[in-house]
């Protein structure tokens, strides 16, 4: 069974490093590629980046002079690294498979 | 970057009643080299991930009811849902994924 889970920091302060973490089960990364997704409070979807199943990366122009994405296929983890974090960054961070198969989300709100 | 407009921003209907809803895209989503258009449709109801209803703009995903119907080619897409439930209602996005990744900005299905 395909499975994804976010984690990380309920709270980031601006200026700050968000760290997220995707944790996969019932598939490969080095077999599917996994997609970051966020979701401003009450506002529509946005890609932000991507992991491919063959170790390349490639991210939204808007977020790439922020953004990371990384991952430990030993672990089952991708991870996502974005400085600078600002109260707009505030809303919901998904990690999918494909675009296919999603993981719950996880809420980050970014204040002082 | 591919620009997603997608029409209406709401729309409040009647159980068993037909809905339309529209994309259009900057440029076109179809590859000359398969044939298919890099559109997909997605639904997500209030506190849920996004859930993939049609992908290549008019294959439905599996276990995704018959009365969802995606049509279009080229620049203009259109997601059909004939006798409208109440499951359905819900926030519908189209995603384009021709040329890096470019959601649509949302349309509110609610009921009249």
């Known amino acids: 069974q395909v499975q994804l889970t976010e984690s990380g920091p309920g709270l980031v302060h601006p200026s700050e490093t968000l760290s997220l973490t995707c944790t996969v089960s019932?598939?490969?990364?080095?077999?599917?590629?996994v997609y970051w997704v966020r979701q401003p409070s009450g506002k529509g979807l946005e890609w932000m980046g991507r992991m491919r199943y063959n170790g390349d990366t490639s991210y939204n122009s808007a977020l790439k002079s922020r953004l990371s994405i990384s991952r430990d296929t030993s672990k089952n983890q991708v991870f996502l690294k974005m400085n600078s974090l600002q109260t707009d960054d505030t809303g919901t961070y998904y990690c999918?498979?494909?675009?296919?198969?999603w993981g719950q989300g996880v809420m980050v709100t970014v204040s002082s | 970057d591919i620009v997603m407009t997608q029409s209406p921003f709401s729309l409040a209907v009647s159980e068993g009643e037909m809905v339309t809803i529209n994309c259009k895209s900057s440029?076109?989503?179809?590859?000359?080299?398969?044939?298919?258009?890099?559109l997909a449709w997605y639904q997500q109801k209030p506190g849920q991930s996004p859930k993939l209803l049609i992908y290549?703009?008019?294959t439905r995903q599996s276990g995704v009811p018959d009365r969802f119907i995606g049509s279009g080619s080229g620049t203009d897409f259109t997601l059909t849902i004939s006798d409208v439930q109440a499951e359905d209602l819900a926030d519908y996005y189209c995603?384009?994924?021709?040329?890096?990744?470019?959601f649509g900005a949302g349309t509110k299905l609610e009921l009249k």
């Open positions: 290549y703009a008019s």
């Open positions: 019932g598939f490969s990364l080095t077999g599917y590629s």
């Open positions: 995603l384009q994924h021709y040329s890096y990744y470019t």
């Open positions: 999918t498979r494909d675009m296919g198969n």
């Open positions: 440029q076109s989503l179809l590859s000359s080299g398969n044939q298919k258009n890099y």
